[in-house]
């Protein structure tokens, strides 16, 4: 490639020690050299000195020319010489040589600088074309690393930062990444952190979220448990809807207590209370007499006990034979007493208990948690005896029935009791046969007197 002059000329210098043999006619001084100077070259008539600063300026001019310049031969071999310092003195080049290797010296000098090879208009040091060329060129061809399309340095440009194949970490921060001209639509419609609207309650949720919220959600859509005519219903409505509006759940009637056993649905409810006031009436009725008969047999059991604080108390079971009718129906039905001074409870099964069912009444005592216990000595301790009496007219000819025992303080009944309701009784299953019941005067007007003593010593601890 031919290089014009004037690139290089602006900034030729020559070393002081130019030209040191030659005469001061034939001597140039270059440092003259002015770049508002433009003659022609065809004007050989220019002084010598003229003609080198031609020769430096004009832009079409080579050194080659400089041959055609001089005429005269001696002349010329001494400009050509003439040692110089490279054009890139100043930027760092150290070479420094006869004008005639200038030309040499600046295909190779790394601070000389040439027009862009691919024509891109700027002026590139020969060392860094290399690179210009692959990386900085406006005109290179170059391919995208993601699209793989070719561009010109230009174009890429443009492209980097658009181009649709780079894949891109979603801004959500779901963990994804995505081309970009798919980012969009992951963003709408696959991102597990997008916010989506609960189809139910119309809330908004990070998408990942809202299947635990759709378990929870009150808005969500079930059917009554029932199968009743209400097709749908919200999930938060259902417990209104069972109590209140369901044709189908079942309740029980509202005169449950006094002994009314219908259960229907509630529209089958209003017509089930219309249809039987007057049994509901009765059993009501039945009810509140039976109450007032326990209220009654309580209030007199209170003030037996309340005058009790001797350890003995005296129980009078009366209507023995209804009590009695009423065990043989009723499995398992127990006459309690409480003797709330040491805690104790004595049941009597009527028809009795375990070995002595059907055949005996059974007598037993439990011990029951109660207020004072902190204050009590444990294991209970304290013998206990069941006496029933003979209730003939003539005490001398009486003979009671007593049955009695001393605690076994290792049995875990007698220990201090936790609030676990009923704990084991103990006592006597076979307490009186029936049969003896009979005899002598143990009934007397249908009542019997069983007295129930314990041994009231060292029942405080302190
Ligand atoms: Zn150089
Ligand atoms: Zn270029
Ligand atoms: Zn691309
Ligand atoms: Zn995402
Ligand atoms: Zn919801
Ligand atoms: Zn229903
Ligand atoms: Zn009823």
Redesign the pocket.
């Known amino acids: 490639m031919v290089r014009s002059l004037a690139q290089w000329t602006k900034t030729l210098s020559f070393p002081a020690r130019i030209s040191p043999n030659k005469s001061s006619k034939e001597s140039v001084n270059i440092h003259q050299v002015s770049p508002t100077i433009t003659p022609t070259l065809s004007n050989n008539s220019l002084s010598k000195n003229n003609e080198i600063n031609t020769m430096m300026n004009n832009n079409h001019s080579s050194l080659t020319e400089v041959n055609q310049i001089y005429s005269d031969p001696e002349s010329e071999k001494a400009i050509m010489s003439s040692v110089v310092y490279c054009i890139h003195h100043k930027a760092g080049c150290k070479w420094s040589d006869e004008l005639r290797k200038l030309k040499g010296h600046l295909n190779t000098c790394k601070h000389d600088a040439i027009p862009c090879t691919s024509k891109c208009g700027a002026q590139i040091p020969r060392v860094l074309m290399e690179d210009h060329l692959k990386y900085t060129c406006p005109q290179r061809r170059t391919r995208c690393e993601f699209c793989n399309k070719e561009f010109t340095g230009h174009s890429l440009e443009n492209h980097v930062g658009n181009c649709g194949y780079e894949p891109l970490y979603c801004e959500n921060k779901c963990g994804v990444k995505v081309h970009r001209r798919h980012l969009s639509q992951h963003k709408i419609g696959d991102c597990s952190k997008r916010l989506l609207p609960c189809r139910y309650c119309t809330k908004e949720f990070v998408a990942d979220t809202l299947a635990a919220h759709h378990i929870k959600c009150g808005r969500v859509p079930i059917q009554?448990?029932?199968?009743?005519?209400?097709n749908v219903?919200a999930r938060e409505e259902l417990e209104t809807?069972?109590k209140e509006?369901?044709?189908?759940?079942v309740h029980s009637c509202s005169f449950k207590e006094a002994g009314c056993r219908f259960k229907g649905p509630r529209y089958a409810m209003e017509k089930h209370l219309e249809e039987n006031c007057q049994q509901h009436l009765t059993l009501m009725c039945n009810m509140v007499s039976k109450q007032q008969h326990q209220i009654s047999s309580l209030k007199s059991a209170l003030s037996r006990l309340s005058l009790n604080y001797s350890g003995t108390l005296i129980w009078k079971i009366s209507d023995f034979s209804a009590k009695m009718a009423e065990a043989k129906n009723k499995e398992g039905m127990e006459l309690i007493m409480s003797y709330s001074l040491v805690n104790n409870r004595h049941p009597l099964f009527p028809n009795g208990n375990g070995a002595g069912e059907d055949s005996h009444i059974s007598v037993y005592i439990k011990i029951l948690p109660g207020e004072y216990d902190a204050l009590l000595r444990w294991p209970f301790a304290h013998s206990v005896s069941f006496t029933l009496f003979d209730q003939s007219t003539c005490p001398e000819k009486a003979c009671n029935i007593v049955e009695s025992f001393i605690p076994d303080p290792t049995w875990k009944n007698f220990q201090r009791p936790s609030r676990e309701p009923d704990s084991l009784g103990f006592g006597f299953p076979k307490f009186v046969s029936h049969e003896m019941l009979k005899k002598r005067h143990f009934m007397k007007d249908d009542t019997m007197f069983i007295r129930v003593k314990v041994d009231p010593s060292k029942i405080v601890a302190v």
Do not use: A, M, Q, Y
């Open positions: 009554c448990p029932n199968r009743c005519d209400v219903l809807h069972l509006e369901c044709t189908v759940s």
